[in-house]
């Protein structure tokens, strides 16, 4: 075996051990070839509303930043859910950690239902609100206005989110913000 495959082994295997220790249900996933030398890290997650959309925005997360790969199912640490009331919001648990709900009158309103979704995955991700009204960046949520149809995060989202998720090991943060609600 390679120096390079037993390292990637034994941080697979640290990774694997930490997560067990701590309880975190994020996983790490084997990479992608015997010469890959990050591993990306899975994070589940269930959409009991806007699936669809749920579905394409884990696509773009997992095609921008490479560290992270989202999938539906497994022990799922991303909620998503439909409500009707109390605005588009995101209750982080961790890194990889989120409640999210998708208000139904943002839509009615205007704004784009998938933007949305990716925006408040954002959240669970590690990202902040960045309320500059730029659509170009996905952060800026709804300051962006209706005519804002962009869902995918930036270059420097997508980097720092792909920095968080580095080397595949987990992590957690004990924080309980709350996004979006606030600043509508």
Same mark, same amino acid.
């Given at each position: 075996?390679?120096?390079?495959?037993?390292?990637?082994?034994?941080?697979?295997?640290?990774?694997?051990?930490?997560?067990?220790?701590?309880?975190?249900?994020?996983?790490?996933?084997?990479?992608?070839?015997?010469?890959?030398?990050?591993?990306?890290?899975?994070?589940?997650?269930?959409?009991?509303?806007?699936?669809?959309?749920?579905?394409?925005?884990?696509? *773009?997360?997992?095609?921008?930043?490479?560290?992270?790969?989202?999938?539906?199912?497994?022990?799922?640490?991303?909620?998503?859910?439909?409500?009707?009331?109390? $605005?588009?919001?995101?209750?982080?648990?961790?890194?990889?950690?989120?409640?999210?709900? *998708?208000?139904?009158?943002?839509?009615?309103?205007?704004?784009?239902?998938?933007?949305?979704?990716?925006?408040?995955?954002?959240?669970?991700?590690?990202?902040?609100?960045?309320?500059?009204?730029?659509?170009?960046y996905?952060?800026?949520?709804?300051?962006?206005?209706?005519?804002?149809r962009?869902?995918?995060?930036?270059?420097?989202?997508?980097?720092?989110?792909?920095?968080?998720?580095?080397? $595949?090991?987990?992590?957690?943060?004990?924080?309980?913000?709350?996004y979006?609600?606030?600043?509508?």
């Amino acid at each position: 075996m390679s120096l390079r495959k037993f390292s990637a082994a034994l941080v697979a295997a640290a990774s694997a051990s930490a997560m067990l220790v701590s309880g975190a249900a994020v996983a790490t996933a084997a990479p992608a070839s015997a010469e890959a030398s990050v591993l990306a890290r899975t994070v589940y997650y269930s959409a009991s509303g806007y699936s669809n959309e749920a579905a394409q925005a884990a696509q *773009i997360w997992s095609s921008r930043a490479p560290n992270v790969q989202m999938v539906r199912g497994g022990n799922a640490t991303i909620r998503i859910y439909g409500t009707t009331g109390g $605005g588009s919001r995101a209750y982080p648990c961790g890194l990889g950690c989120a409640t999210i709900y *998708i208000d139904s009158r943002d839509i009615a309103a205007g704004h784009n239902a998938l933007r949305i979704v990716t925006h408040e995955i954002g959240h669970g991700l590690g990202l902040p609100d960045n309320y500059n009204g730029i659509c170009s960046y996905l952060m800026s949520g709804g300051s962006a206005g209706t005519s804002c149809r962009n869902p995918y995060p930036n270059a420097q989202e997508a980097a720092r989110v792909n920095q968080l998720f580095a080397g $595949g090991v987990a992590t957690t943060v004990g924080r309980r913000d709350v996004y979006d609600v606030a600043n509508r």
